[in-house]
């Protein structure tokens, strides 16, 4: 009997470390293949609450559904009519400006390297600060070099984004119309005693990911629209644009805000450090508007995290996985912690 154990435990554990390496070594692949999943999970969080209320005005489920993607593709095209040129052109003068705010910083930059040979320091102190300024010159050339490469990469992948988000379309339609049957499949898969348990589990995960889809996509609405409006009213150049860099970057917990202030700091200061100053205060009241007043309401307490533990895990996600990784590590980290806590008061 021990000896079947044993056997048991030592196949088990190499099932496991098995499986772990497969994902490892292909996880590029693996992504790819989970990507129109992924964005599976946002669209039926965004969709089904819009579909139940159709289905409890007697709207067939289907009919429902395909009602609300219409409305969502009415409201993109809504988007594209009013708001995409606006931001094409934003964008549009801000490349076409690139060229004079990198020959600014370049000034700026050479007044620095001035000042400091034309200080008092000794030699051994300027050739200290001057290696430390050439360091950190490489190193920002060549994060810029690999930001390029990224983004240039990322639209040449854009046709597989738009197939993506169709299949996605698809596959929710079917998982909303056919939720009660994939549930059932699911627990007849698992002895009956355990479906209570993996039913109750499943609903606290579910409120979970959608407290945080929902909550999160509307706060990154919210704070978009007063970054505009602020940067409008200091006169700041470019301000739809900046305003949804700001908007997007906060979609990630704690450090979004301070990722998504760069860009518009960075453009007000070749304006003067006045404009700059302004830009900061600007996204400064937004956050303490978010801070205080929406992210609360909406999202705050729903994951059950302590703030130490989503800065740890955003820190985790990004290091390993990138961008998606910052996004999808606080969720990840809630789900787990939910998983573990019904687990021990399953044993216990």
Known sequence: MRSKKLILGIVTALLI???????????VKIGRILSPFLITIVLVYIVKPLSDRLTAKKIPVGL????????????????GIYIVPELAANTRDLMETLPQLMASYETMFNDIMAAIDSSSWSDQVKTAV????SNATAQLQDFLVRALEKGLK????MARVI??????MVIAYYTIKDGEKFKNYFLSLFPKRW?????????????IIAGFIQGQLLIALIVAMLETIGLMLIGMRYPLTLGLI???????????????????????????PMKAVWTILVFI????????????????????????ATIFAVLAGGEFFGIPGMLFAVPAMAVMRVLFNKAVEAIV
């Open 17 to 27: 470390a098995a499986v772990v390496f497969f994902i490892y070594k292909y996880i």
């Open 64 to 79: 429902s559904i395909l009602l609300v993607y219409l409305f969502i593709i009415a409201a993109l095209a809504a988007i």
């Open 285 to 308: 009241i937004v956050q303490q508007i978010d801070n205080n007043f929406i992210s609360p309401k909406m999202i705050e307490g729903r994951l059950g995290l302590h703030p130490v």
């Open 163 to 168: 197939v993506d988000v169709t299949v996605a």
């Open 195 to 207: 479906r209570t348990w993996l039913t109750g589990t499943g609903k606290e995960i579910s409120k």
């Open 246 to 272: 700001g908007g997007l970057a906060n979609i990630i917990p704690y450090f979004g805000p301070y990722i998504g202030v760069v860009p518009a700091t960075a453009v007000a200061l070749t304006v003067s």
């Open 154 to 157: 990322f639209i040449v992948e």
């Open 130 to 133: 001057f290696g430390q300024i």
